[in-house]
C-alpha cells in the first residue's frame, strides 16, 4: 500500500473527498485546496495544541521518510565513486582531495576562534551537536563576501564540518538571530542529509531503482558492435585481405554502429543531467523542509519572499530551484502535511 507520504495533489484530494474531510466548514475540493496553500500560515497558527503537535510530528516523519532515500542515493554515488578510483588505478582519493580543499579553505579564509564575540554562532554550535553527532565544527569568516549565502562542507569522513560565513550574515545574526538561524539550519538540513552533488551516469539510477531494461539494451548493443568489428577484423586476417575490412559493405555497418553510439552517449547524458537536476532540486527542498522543522514555524517562506534578494535565487538553474520553485514546494508540501493531519485527527 502506498504511504500517505507519497501521495501526490490529486490523491490527497481524492482522500479528502472520500473521507468528507472539511477545512472551516468546507469539504476540501480543488477550489479549497487552493485556498488553504494561500492561506497554509493562518491555518496552522489556528490549530488546537494537540493539532499542532501532531502537525509537527507529522512533517518530521515525512521529512525522514524522503531523506531516507536521499542518503541512499549519496551513498551509492560515494561508493561509486570509491570503486572508481581503485579500478582506474586514480593517483587521489576522495579523502585527498578533500584535504586538498580543506587547506585551500584554512588558507583563503579567516576561522573565528573566539565565539564569545558572537553569542548567537555559540548557539548554533550548540545546535549543530545536537543533529551532528561526533562531527566538529569550524566557523570561517569570508572578509570579501558581501551577500547572505553561506557554504558549508564535510570533510575526513564526516567528522569535520566548515561553516564559512560573510560580513552580512554575521551582521544579520547580530540584528535578526531568527532569521539567521533559519537560512544557516537550510545549510544544516544538506550536512543532515549528507549531500552531495553525484556526477554518475544514469546507470545507477537504474540500479537504485531496479530499473535496468535501458542499461541492459545499451549494454547489449556495445557488446554487439564490440563483437562486430572485432569478427570483420578476424575475417580480413584470415583472408589475407587486409583491406576487406574497409570495403563500402563493411563500412556501412560501422556507419550504423557509430551513429548508434554517438545516439546512446547523446541519451546517457541527457538521462544524466535530468537525474541530477531532480536530486539537486529534491536536496534543497528537503532542506527547506528541515529548517521549518527545526524552527518550529514557516519563517524560511518570509526568507524567501521578502527579506534577503542576495540570499534566494532568482533565475534558477539545473543545480538550484528558484525562488518561486521554492516557495510553491513547501507551500505544496505543508498543504499535503497539514490536510494528512486534519484526516488523522478526525479518526482518531
Not at 497558527?45 to 499542532?52: K, M, N, P, R, V
Not at 582519493?93 to 564569545?116: A, G
Request: glycine share 2%.
Amino acid at each position: 500500500m502506498k504511504n500517505l507520504f507519497e501521495y501526490d495533489k490529486n490523491e490527497i484530494l481524492e482522500m479528502c473527498v472520500r473521507d468528507k474531510i472539511t477545512v472551516e466548514g468546507r469539504i476540501v475540493d480543488e477550489e479549497k485546496y487552493s485556498d488553504i496553500k494561500s492561506n497554509i500560515r493562518h491555518l496552522i497558527s489556528a490549530l488546537s495544541i494537540q493539532e499542532t503537535e501532531k502537525f509537527w510530528a507529522l512533517i518530521k516523519e515525512y521529512y525522514l521518510f524522503h531523506v531516507k532515500k536521499l542518503i541512499a542515493f549519496n551513498q551509492l554515488s560515494k561508493d561509486v565513486e570509491l570503486g572508481e578510483n581503485k579500478i582506474f588505478l586514480k593517483n587521489t582519493s576522495i579523502y585527498e582531495q578533500e584535504n586538498t580543499i580543506y587547506k585551500k579553505i584554512t588558507e583563503r579564509f579567516k576561522k573565528i576562534e573566539d565565539l564569545s564575540k558572537f553569542p548567537f554562532l555559540q548557539l548554533f554550535q550548540n545546535e549543530f551537536s545536537d543533529y551532528i553527532e561526533n562531527c566538529e565544527l569550524e566557523i570561517y569568516y569570508n572578509v570579501d563576501g558581501n551577500d547572505y549565502i553561506p557554504e558549508i562542507s564535510i570533510f575526513n569522513s564526516e567528522k569535520k564540518a566548515i561553516l564559512i560565513l560573510n560580513r552580512n550574515l554575521l551582521k544579520l545574526g547580530k540584528d535578526n538571530v531568527n532569521d539567521f538561524f533559519t537560512i544557516i539550519r537550510h545549510e544544516l538540513g544538506h550536512v543532515n542529509q549528507k549531500d552531495i552533488h553525484p556526477t554518475r551516469i544514469f546507470f545507477w539510477h537504474h540500479v537504485v531503482k531496479k530499473k535496468l531494461s535501458w542499461a541492459v539494451l545499451i549494454f547489449s548493443f556495445f557488446l554487439f558492435g564490440t563483437i562486430f568489428i572485432l569478427n570483420e577484423i578476424y575475417r580480413a586476417y584470415k583472408t589475407g585481405d587486409l583491406w576487406e575490412f574497409c570495403r563500402p559493405n563493411n563500412w556501412l555497418g560501422m556507419k550504423a554502429f557509430i551513429v548508434f553510439m554517438l545516439s546512446a552517449t547523446r541519451f546517457i547524458f541527457y538521462k544524466n543531467q535530468k537525474i541530477k537536476k531532480a536530486y539537486r532540486f529534491e536536496s534543497e527542498f528537503l532542506s527547506d523542509l528541515f529548517a521549518i522543522l527545526a524552527d518550529k514555524n514557516l519563517n524560511v517562506l518570509s526568507v524567501l519572499e521578502n527579506e534577503f534578494p542576495q540570499y534566494i535565487n532568482k533565475i534558477g538553474s539545473d543545480s538550484h530551484p528558484d525562488k518561486s520553485t521554492r516557495i510553491d514546494n513547501i507551500k505544496e508540501t505543508v498543504t499535503k502535511i497539514y490536510l494528512i493531519c486534519v484526516s488523522k485527527m478526525r479518526f482518531e
